[in-house]
Each structure stands twice: as C-alpha cells, then as structure tokens.
T-cell receptor
C-alpha cells in the first residue's frame, strides 16, 4: 500500500534559524497537502501542491513538490516561537496518507 | 473553510463500554472522514462516511467496532464500541475543502480526546 515517510521526526532549532521537513512517497501522488498541528490542537490545512515541480510561498514558508511528484518539502526561514508544532504532509494517490510528522520546537 | 464542532471534547471511559462521538459541520458536505490519532502519532483514517450509503472502512477497522452514522449532509457520529485501553486516542472528523470532492485539502474538527481505563 501507499506509504508516506517524513523526516526528521523531531527538530529543535534556535529562534531565527531555518527549518526544513521532507516528505517522500512510495507512489506517485496526484497532489500533496501540508498541515500544522499546534500542541493540544487539531491539524490545520496550510497548502496543497498539485503540479510537478511546483513551488509555493506563504510568508516565511516555502513548499515544494518534486518533479516526479513523489516527494515534497516545507522550509521555514528564520523560525519564530509561533512556528512550534507538528507539521504533517498528506499524500493523495487515490486516498490521503499522512506522514508521521515533524515536530518542531523553537528555543527563544 | 467549514466550521466543525465535535462532542464530547474529551471523555474518560471504563473498559467494555461504548462512546458515541458527534461531528457537526456548518455546511452541507458529501464526504466526511473519521481519523484516529494516537498519542504522539500521525493520523490514521478509520472510515469515510457518505450520506445515504454505508461507510467505507480502512484496513484494520471494522464496522462492529466503529459503527458510523451519517443521517444528513451536516452531521455524523462515530461510536467506539467495547472499548479497551488501546482505544485511547484523539478521534477527529474532517471534511474536504469547499469545491473539492475527495482527498484534497481537509478541514478538521477540534477532536475528541478519549481515555479508556
């Protein structure tokens, strides 16, 4: 079955440092979504990528979808304490499969 | 985005009992999803609930354990039956974004945190 792997599992950074999480699928995806879950909260939709090689930006967040539509990344520039949480990718190849998430902590 | 509420927000239950979780959406949606998120883990899809038809369960989940109702386009319930401590999880419902029909962007309810003693 479809598998979506996400690395790293945890990332601890100093405020102001950059952060990247990577998502890899065992199968070619139709699209991929990214979600953020704050501690104690529920997943909140961030963005969807559909096209091969697509790059989208939301302020300090940059999302990329690989040319083969099997991998994706989320990059945060100059992290802030408000960025803490777990970031999940969800790959869609007929149904959505969530990655295991990357938990980001930011030291002020 | 849809506004989704869930009841209860949390509960502590005894082994062997059942709990029904309600999910209410502020707009009509064809598909609703039920997920389980065990502590510190990712989200696992339990089933997809379409109004007017039987829910579709994912591998490892069965109707006898997780019966689902979908009486109309804005409401669904998930029952966790004959609970054991292994059922302790957060249960979340979600709906697709407006204009989408399947597994694209999803909007999640606040979740129900279940603890089984």
């Amino acid at each position: 079955g479809q598998q979506v792997m996400q690395i790293p599992q945890y990332q601890h950074v100093q405020e102001g440092e950059d952060f990247t999480t990577y998502c890899n699928s065992s199968t070619t995806l139709s699209n991929i979504q990214w979600y953020k879950q704050r501690p104690g909260g529920h997943p909140v939709f961030l963005i969807q990528l559909v096209k091969s090689g697509e790059v989208k930006k939301q302020k300090r967040l940059t999302f990329q979808f690989g040319e083969a539509k099997k991998n994706s990344s989320l990059h945060i520039t100059a992290t802030q304490t408000t960025d803490v949480g777990t970031y999940f990718c969800a790959g869609n190849a007929g149904k959505s499969t969530f990655g295991d998430g990357t938990t980001l902590t930011v030291k002020p | 985005s849809a506004v989704i509420s869930q009841k209860p927000s949390r509960d502590i239950c005894q082994r062997g009992t059942s709990l029904t979780i309600q999910c209410q959406v502020d707009s009509q949606v064809t598909m609703m999803f039920w997920y389980r998120q065990q502590p510190g883990q990712s989200l696992t899809l339990i089933a997809t609930a379409n109004q007017g038809s039987e829910a579709t369960y994912e591998s490892g989940f069965v109707i006898d354990k997780f019966p689902i109702s979908r009486p109309n386009l804005t409401f669904s319930t998930l029952t966790v039956s004959n609970m054991s401590p292994e059922d302790s999880s957060i249960y979340l419902c979600s709906v697709p974004g407006q204009g989408t029909f399947n597994y694209n962007e999803q909007f999640f309810g606040p979740g129900t945190r279940l603890t089984v003693l």
